[in-house]
């Protein structure tokens, strides 16, 4: 069982930065692909980045690559996501999940553990 806590979320102004992170339980943390996504009241939660654990790969979607960056530190059992020139529609609950795998992580449905997610709210 993995146990993930996230942290950073708030509120910005459109054009700032913010730094999620989340917290894993376990000692086996180095061996698990982490991912972060995001859903918007009453949209489904979309994929937005994972760092994969063997080779140590990233992925970002669409909407973020260039301004997000996803990285993980073996040794404190976090994974971060710097997103930097935040906008409004980058607003919503931000999840972290982790799974053993490491191809075709933009499905929700190839994670196993889930955090409480993290709220991320960019003002105009």
């Known amino acids: 069982q993995v146990q993930l806590v996230e942290s950073g979320g708030g509120l910005v102004q459109a054009g700032g930065s913010l730094r999620l992170a989340c917290a894993a339980s376990g000692r086996t943390f180095r061996t698990y692909t982490m991912g972060w996504f995001r859903q918007a009241p009453g949209k489904e939660r979309d994929f937005v980045a994972a760092?994969?654990?063997?080779?140590?790969?990233?992925y970002y979607s669409d909407f973020v690559k260039g301004r997000a960056t996803i990285s993980r530190d073996n040794t404190k059992n976090t994974v971060y996501l710097q997103m930097n020139s935040l906008k409004p529609e980058d607003t919503a609950v931000y999840y972290c999940?982790?799974?053993?795998?490491?191809?075709?992580?933009?499905?929700?449905?190839?994670?196993?553990?889930w955090g409480q997610g993290t709220q991320v709210t960019v003002s105009s």
């Open positions: 760092i994969t654990w063997n080779p140590v790969s990233t």
């Open positions: 999940a982790s799974t053993r795998l490491q191809i075709a992580l933009e499905s929700a449905s190839r994670f196993d553990y």
